[in-house]
């Protein structure tokens, strides 16, 4: 089987001095936060209760600090959370508060994550306004006294859109991908339909953090190089814990002689180190993220994270039959088919050689 493998500890060699140094101070105050954390769970003294939690508080407003300063000082990281004006950063924060919330179940989840996108389209796009205008003249339903017309004013964005590639990692990233190709085609002034490139990429989850293996599978991934070079390559993924599985995908299509007109990464919840890594191994890789979280466990799951999102979105394979692409896309159902049929029809079409 042809395969590509990338490991933990090359991607640590791209981390500066400095950059472990914050991680390290990162690890610390995370640590202080699950002694609260532990304590809290633990008692039912209303004083103790509102004593841990103004601990809390406290934790995670000096790693967000921390945070905002790293990532502040990298022009190739954006952080929507850090940037968002006050009148705003509440409603960031409620749908990440959602997303996070063991309660929240798929079809709410699937919501929230569509919410998220048009938000970091406009991060990634459209934010600054700084563009030129087009104008779309709407038809709508009203015909007295007569046909009704609207005109609405959009940002010309063309040029950055109709060269896109949307790049899945599988399979937790094939739904964001679709949204985020929707809003591509919603913007472009001709309804321009990405194509897809789909890269069939895992990490060994039986491994641990400081030794995972990130594999690429290339015999169950459809894509063709020459179809990605000169492009502008978009990458769409709930959640960036290591940066292991973009930083594999992009040195082994390199190696191929592939050179992206430019790659942008967009994440829901990124970890201060995964996004580190990728700028450090990847120096035309633009992340664009609408919350950072700060650390990653043993086991490379973001903390506090939400959970596996690919399993939140799509719901769990059985262990002896995981689905494929086409078994995947038919249970997103009819509502979601609609919704991204364009979408589909291009899945389906890279995935059949249509």
């Avoid at 899945?168 to 929707?182: F, T």
């Avoid at 596996?308 to 769990?316: C, E, M, S, V, W």
């Avoid at 049929?341 to 059949?352: M, N």
Wanted: contains cysteine; proline residues 4%.
């Amino acid at each position: 089987m042809k395969r590509v493998i990338l490991h933990a500890a090359d991607l640590d060699g791209y981390l500066t001095d400095r950059d472990k140094s914050n991680i390290g101070r990162m690890d610390e105050l995370y640590s202080q936060v699950n002694t609260a954390a532990a304590a809290l769970s633990s008692t039912t003294d209303i004083a103790e209760i509102s004593r841990h939690k103004s601990t809390l508080i406290g934790l995670y407003d000096a790693m967000g600090k921390l945070m905002q300063e790293v990532t502040g000082a990298e022009e190739q990281i954006r952080v929507y959370s850090f940037e968002t004006p006050r009148s705003v950063h509440g409603e960031v924060s409620r749908l990440i508060a959602k997303l996070r919330d063991v309660q929240t179940q798929n079809a709410e989840f699937v919501y929230y994550v569509q919410r998220a996108y048009e938000l970091l389209f406009t991060l990634a796009y459209t934010d600054p306004d700084n563009h030129e205008k087009n104008h779309l003249i709407v038809k709508t339903p009203v015909a007295v006294p007569v046909q009704n017309y609207a005109v609405h004013k959009i940002p010309n964005i063309d040029s950055e859109l109709t060269n896109c590639v949307m790049c899945v990692m599988l399979r937790g990233a094939l739904l964001p991908s679709m949204i985020l190709s929707k809003e591509i085609q919603e913007y472009s002034s001709a309804g321009y339909v990405t194509p897809f490139a789909l890269f069939r990429i895992q990490r060994d989850d039986r491994r641990k953090e400081r030794d995972m293996e990130y594999v690429l599978d290339l015999e169950r991934s459809y894509f063709d190089p020459e179809m990605l070079d000169g492009k502008d390559l978009v990458f769409a993924d709930p959640m960036n814990a290591t940066g292991g599985s973009l930083v594999t995908i992009i040195q082994y299509l390199k190696k191929q002689g592939v050179r992206p007109r430019s790659i942008k990464f967009l994440n829901v919840i990124s970890a201060l180190k995964g996004t580190l890594r990728l700028v450090r191994a990847l120096e035309d890789v633009h992340i664009y993220t609408l919350w950072m979280d700060p650390v990653l466990n043993d086991a490379a799951y973001i903390l506090p994270g939400l959970g596996d999102a690919g399993d939140r979105l799509n719901g769990k394979d059985a262990e002896d039959m995981p689905r494929n692409i086409i078994q995947l896309v038919a249970d997103y159902g009819t509502t979601i088919s609609n919704l991204y049929r364009s979408q589909v029809r291009k899945i389906e079409e890279t995935v059949l050689r249509l």
